[in-house]
């Protein structure tokens, strides 16, 4: 079976993970966040694309999920003696990647070209494609006022309440090349389980990436991120009840609209009204969960298609 998914954050890595030890999948493409992208110390940082980097090469921190194995913080150490800013860490292997990055782009390579180049030297078969090479970043409008991403998710450690959710530059951003024919020669899309507002919506943003999933013949299968009613990890929970919704999957199926044909879900959580569904045990913890909530999904895609 041919799959593209739409991914972001930790949660939807370990499902791309679980895809690429399926037996049912013969070829995969993730279409990744950017949003979450940012300039840090001159540095450009795409926090999304690296979490899936580190996790489908296996260099991926276990305990976090995010960021490199084996840590070490002496440029952190280093860069605080100067009085520079500590509120986001930049682990040295993580330093690595991002001045190599920098470094490509300002060579004149497109992100796509920078990603496909890291996947390739180290060993990841699945394609992995931006959902778009032109800048697009994720605000929110909070009761502390406006925050980039970053200093929302990091700084501030998302505890300031959420009001809106804006993504600038997604209007004039175009789809990374290969993203639009991924999604519409897929056998079926799945939808990870990352944050709804701030990890799927930045890709549903970019011009012609949602009309794709309208379009495409194949089903499109969202994992919900909810277990028990809550995220697994994140403030997917917290923000829906400061948006003013309920955090159930009612809510979500109804934010994703017509871009989606049926939804995947945890059983502890009622299915969402009017839209085909199935139960399953969506908590990924080792290698097996990820696995087994893969092909859940993938049979669910296979009942609607």
């Given amino acids: 079976m041919k799959v593209t998914v739409l991914t972001g954050g930790v949660g939807g890595a370990k499902l791309v993970l679980g895809l690429m030890h399926s037996a049912k999948v013969s070829s995969l493409t993730a279409v990744v966040n950017t949003g979450d992208d940012f300039r840090h110390l001159g540095l450009a940082i795409s926090p999304d694309i690296d979490t899936l980097l580190y996790t489908l090469s296996g260099k991926a921190d276990p305990a976090q999920g995010w960021g490199r194995e084996s840590k070490t913080w002496s440029f952190m150490a280093a860069l605080k003696s100067l009085g520079g800013p500590g509120w986001f860490n930049l682990g040295d292997g993580d330093l690595g990647l991002h001045v190599w990055r920098s470094a490509r782009l300002a060579e004149g390579a497109t992100l796509s070209q920078v990603t496909a180049q890291a996947a390739r030297l180290w060993g990841i078969a699945p394609v992995i494609l931006p959902m778009s090479d ?16 970053q200093h929302y998710f990091v700084e501030q450690q998302c505890r300031p309440a959420v009001r809106a959710v804006r993504f600038e530059g997604a209007a004039k951003a175009r789809p990374a090349p290969g993203v639009i024919e991924a999604i519409l020669a897929a056998d079926a899309v799945l939808i990870a389980p990352s944050n709804p507002w701030l990890s799927v919506d930045p890709l549903l943003a970019v011009p012609g990436i949602a009309a794709a999933l309208r379009e495409t013949r194949a089903p499109v299968v969202a994992v ?16 829906m009840a400061e948006l003013g919704l309920e955090p159930d999957n ?38 097996a969960d990820k696995v087994r909530v893969a092909d859940e999904a993938l049979t669910l895609a296979g009942t609607v298609a």
Wanted: glycine residues 10%; hydrophobic residues 45%.
């Fill in 224 to 239: 919900s991120p909810l277990v028990g009613g809550k995220a697994v990890k994140g403030p997917t929970s917290k923000m």
């Fill in 134 to 149: 032109d800048p697009v970043a994720t605000w929110l409008d909070t009761e502390a006022g406006p925050l980039a991403f």
């Fill in 250 to 287: 009612a809510a979500i199926a109804a934010h994703y609209g017509p871009v989606i044909d049926a939804m995947l879900h945890d059983g502890s959580d009622a299915a969402p009204p009017g839209l085909p569904a199935r139960a399953a045990s969506t908590l990924m913890t080792t290698l």
